[in-house]
């Protein structure tokens, strides 16, 4: 039986209201709706569409604090078979190779076939997380992945590249892919599977029990300061009649090569 | 106290509001102007499992209770389908109360099941023109036939009657003047709604067009005693166990349409400028938002306090009636305070805030009347003489 991991990540909701906290250190998060990372749900569902064709359990985990849990439970919700949520005080200030180690000392004895994450995670949006937890864990990894096929012990994936140009590469097991959004259709937990998650294991564990310190995951990254850019600046204003407007708007498109 | 919001409930809300906002306001705007009823969204919360909510796990349903059931319903209304998605699915989830509690095994085997993957819909046919809220003058009767009844009337707002193949039917067995109260000798039947010896007539109104409401005239429609729900003569209190939950969750629905047109208020508010301000930076608009929004707080916990009662056994209707007379009233003055912040722009339909008035507006009239809540609030609460 084919064993799978996904990491997902509790991000604010893309509803909620964003207000920078007065010191600048990140968002005011304190009364805000989360939901899981947008990537990751398709990290998920790629997950989900192995256990449908066979054999295969599903295990989720997450780095995050007690709110993290109700991301756990929708996926158990999806279909995941159990979860595994991480969290110590000590995480709170820690940087994405932090999370990283943690996630790979949950991993480390499972011995998972493959794992996926989402590319990046639509808040911090660092995309390391995936690529340093495979390097610890010392597993191949390919990124933006929109397309996996399964055969022989091998993954072959198609990956996107800049301009809709798209490489197809090949991966042994174990491997961790990063995949983007869009690659599949994620399903919604139904009224059952809420149910049956209930009953579903949740391990959490702290630092302590995967065999790390707070020392191990300090963050080597600072965060200085998380700022709105004021408004106005580097906005260059086209004025004049409409039709004026839309020919040097183009104009201006084409000379930016945006288009 | 524990006001902690319980995992289990948030995890409902978050999934149905997901799949609830995959149908946006123009498919409703279409389906209500159409007058067609939402196949593909009743399909996926059906196939959700989203209408055996309350059907017990046995029936192939969830088990849970009428908190569970408001959670899912104050979602979907609080979607872009107000009332139309609430109306789509409420009756499946709260009109099979009175089999759940009182109908005989067989039956229960029978028709939860179905109910419960969403195949099988079932009208509540209670209402009748001359008895209106006085239900012991309903006339639609039912005379035995041996192993079975012969049921001839008229009922009047039985919503999904169209689509319905069951009609959960409260009749007459025992004329009121024969009775010794005049609320027994009622007698509830899951009655096919056989178009043979059941003419249908949809009323138009003034708004929830995308699920229809009717008129029923009944013609000697034959119903096996099978059929019969619980025990002949006892319908009418075996009904309270469709009718109290019906009125807690269409308080959740209340709070949900309300919170889905001050979402949209309060968004216009921001970003409409007029003399070089947004229009929500006048007191004039901010105020009544923000007391509807502190309204639709207070209703909310109304309503899960009665569902949390009835849950745990307590069927006086005390706090139903009190959660669905607050619930319609704040959520009818939020449709009505963002109709008035849209302005002009609030009576055209692309912006539908009106749609979500209309509806909003049976809230305070269905499933019973602020009048007859109040009446039962002063007579059973309060211990004031009965006025009617």
Redesign the interface.
Known sequence: MKKILVCLKQVPHKDARLDVRSDGSWIQDDNIKF?INDYDTYALEEALRLKDQGEAEVVVATVGPERA??AL??AL?MGADRAIHIWDDALAETDGLGIAKALAAAAKDENFDIIFTGLMSDDANCAVTGPMLAELLGIPHITAVVKTEFKNGDVEVERELEGGALEVASLPQPCLLAVQTGINEVR?????G??Q??KKPLDKKDLGELGLDAAAVAPKLTVEKIFVPPKGAGAEIIEGPADEVASKLVGKIKELGLF | MDFAPD??L???E??VQ??AATFGDDYWLDHDERKAFPWEFYRAFA????M??IIPEKYGG?G?GVLAAGTLLRAVAGSAGAMNAGSTLHLSIFGMGPVIHHGSEAMKQRYLPPTATGELHVSFGVTEDDAGTDTSRIRTFARRDGDRFIVSGKKVWNTKAQQAQKILLLVRTTPREECAKPLDGMTLLLADLDPAYCEIREILKLGRNAVNSNEVFIHDLPVPSEDVVGEVGRGFYQLLDGINPERIMLAAEAVGIGRRALELAVAYAKQRVVFDRPIGQNQAIAHPLADSHSELEAADLLWQSAAWAYDHGDRSGGKTNIAKLRAAEAGFRACDRALQTFGGFGYAREFHVERYWREARLLRLAPISQEMALNHIAEHVLGLPRSY
């Open positions: 939901e849990a109700q439970r929708t919700g919604y937990a139904s009224l059952k809420i149910m998650a209930k | 995992p289990e948030r995890a409902i978050q999934e997901k799949l196939a959700g499992g989203w055996g909510t969830a849970l």
